[in-house]
């Protein structure tokens, strides 16, 4: 069955004749005498009463028409639903981001994203990068933002923003007056990290054995501002990203710049590699990859 065929159909119902059918389309009388009769050899019955001078529809030729009309609103429909994903009217794009970039820079994201696609939704996946860059690799999620560096044979990788690590004190502590410490005189210390599960956690632990000792471990968290009440408690340090600083209110935290080596915190965007890419989401990116 041809959609031609139905709309052929309906002309030739909706005129009651050949004749006036093929007077107000572009079909002769043959191609649309020629369309019916295919129709009704196809589903087997009669959709015309040809006994009177002006044609009736069937008991069956109703049912066909009322369907057909179902057929051509659904398919008018299916054209304005895909004009609008075109114009990014509508859609939803899901985005992993680990909390503590989420608290960082989600808001704005998702308020700048907003503004201008206003049908578009952004649900927000809150997970440790390792396990964000798993359900991107899965297809559970469109896009995330992780710490970098990420396998860029699996996905696509666009920078994002870097940022210098500090270390986060309490005021009280003896080298919290200093202007600077090197990763080496934290040696000793007991050390507030991100849980397994956050790229942050392994980045930590590398960058002290790369100075020559592992880190004690005193807690382990996935909240950022978990950690800096423990801080504030004075159950250990942090080494955070700096503009953290910023979003925390304990007044009795400080912050020391971090030197030999200076750590740095770099974010990236990542995509599956060969995954399909919706309007909305292609939009998403020019946005971030512009910021």
Known sequence: ??????????????YKSFTNAAAHS???????SKAVKK??????????????RHLRLTDAGRIVYQQSQKALAALSELNVLLDELRDIAAGEIKFGIP?????LFFPQIAQ??????????LELVELGAKVVGRLIDEAKIDI????????????????????????????????????????????DESFILFSEDFALHDYIIHA??????????????????????LVSAKL?????????????SNKNIKIVRLINPTLYWKLGIITKKGAYHSFALRELLKMLEND
């Open 208 to 229: 002290c054995k790369s100075e020559g000792f592992t880190p004690k471990i005193s807690y382990q968290s996935s909240q950022w501002d978990l950690i800096l009440e």
């Open 26 to 32: 572009y079909l002769t009388q043959p191609s649309l």
């Open 112 to 121: 700048q994203f907003n503004e201008k696609y206003p049908k578009v939704t």
């Open 144 to 187: 995330g933002i992780v710490v970098l560096p990420a396998d860029q044979e699996m996905f696509h990788v666009f920078p994002f923003f870097q940022e210098e690590f500090v270390l986060f004190i309490h005021e009280d502590h003896k080298l919290a007056q200093k202007q600077s410490v090197s990763l080496k005189e934290l040696e």
């Open 1 to 14: 069955m041809e959609l031609r065929d139905l709309k052929s159909f309906m002309e030739v119902a909706d």
């Open 236 to 248: 250990g340090i942090a080494l955070l990203p700096k503009l953290i600083y910023q979003k925390q």
């Open 39 to 52: 129709l009704e050899e196809e589903l087997d019955v009669e959709l015309f009463d040809r006994s009177t």
């Open 99 to 103: 909390p503590l970039i989420g608290t």
